[in-house]
T-cell receptor, first 112, second 112 residues
Framework: EDQVTQSPEALRLQEGESSSLNCSYT??????LFWYRQDPGKGPEFLFT???AGEEKEKERLKATLTKKESFLHITAPKPEDSATYLC?????????????FGKGTLLTVNP | NAGVTQTPKFRILKIGQSMTLQCTQD?????MYWYRQDPGMGLKLIYY???????DKGEVPNGYNVSRSTTEDFPLRLELAAPSQTSVYFC???????????FGSGTRLTVV
């Protein structure tokens, strides 16, 4: 069974204090790993897709990386508007694997 | 381009009542999904569809039903509502398995 574990559950940073969120996964062949941002009361918003170990993607202050066992979401010099819940999800290979498996998320709070 | 549209945004049901949560996408996506999100539990898959006329159960299908008569629409039916179905429901779609989901804005359902 595919599993996704995110850590920490919650992270509080000061504005400008860089850090990383972790997503560990167990999957029978990875087709893709996805990062989402979710603001309170809204649906998750797509951030990145990573397909193979060693791949990196960047968007503004966010950078996602992928190894064979985990992914990191690095946040450089965060601002209060980066406060949100960040979700990680995996898509397994195989003919009957039609769904994404999600982690429980990391709640990020950035204080001014 | 509206993306994924969910209605209603909020609803209060009495125990034993029934209702249909509507989901429509205008992106011609083949794959559509219904998830529920509960605090601390992450996103749980209720039902999914790989195309018009084809649906299948996810992790938590009991008490729900779906249909997919067109590519655009994927309604979720709740029969005999129970307090355990109090949750936030998200509909999502994607064109192919290598892509992430596009989520709707959610329906917050309370059963009293």
């Amino acid at each position: 069974e595919d599993q996704v574990t995110q850590s920490p559950e919650a992270l509080r940073l000061q504005e400008g204090e860089s850090s990383s969120l972790n997503c560990s996964y167990t999957v029978s062949g990875l087709r893709g790993l996805f990062w989402y941002r979710q603001d309170p009361g809204k649906g998750p918003e797509f951030l990145f897709t990573l397909y193979s170990a060693g791949e990196e993607k960047e968007k503004e202050r966010l950078k996602a990386t992928l190894t064979k066992k985990e992914s990191f979401l690095h946040i450089t010099a965060p601002k209060p508007e980066d406060s949100a819940t960040y979700l990680c999800a995996v898509q397994a290979r195989g003919g009957s694997n039609y769904k994404l498996t999600f982690g429980k998320g990391t709640l990020l709070t950035v204080n001014p | 381009n509206a993306g994924v549209t969910q209605t209603p945004k909020f609803r209060i049901l009495k125990i034993g009542q029934s209702m249909t949560l509507q989901c429509t996408q205008d992106m011609n996506h083949n794959y559509m999904y219904w998830y529920r999100q509960d605090p601390g539990m992450g996103l749980k898959l209720i039902y999914y569809s790989v195309g018009a006329g084809i649906t299948d159960k996810g992790e938590v299908p009991n008490g729900y039903n779906v249909s997919r008569s067109t590519t655009e629409d994927f309604p979720l039916r709740l029969e005999l509502a129970a307090p355990s179905q109090t949750s936030v429901y998200f509909c999502a779609s994607r064109p192919d398995l290598i892509y992430g989901y596009t989520f709707g804005s959610g329906t917050r359902l309370t059963v009293v």
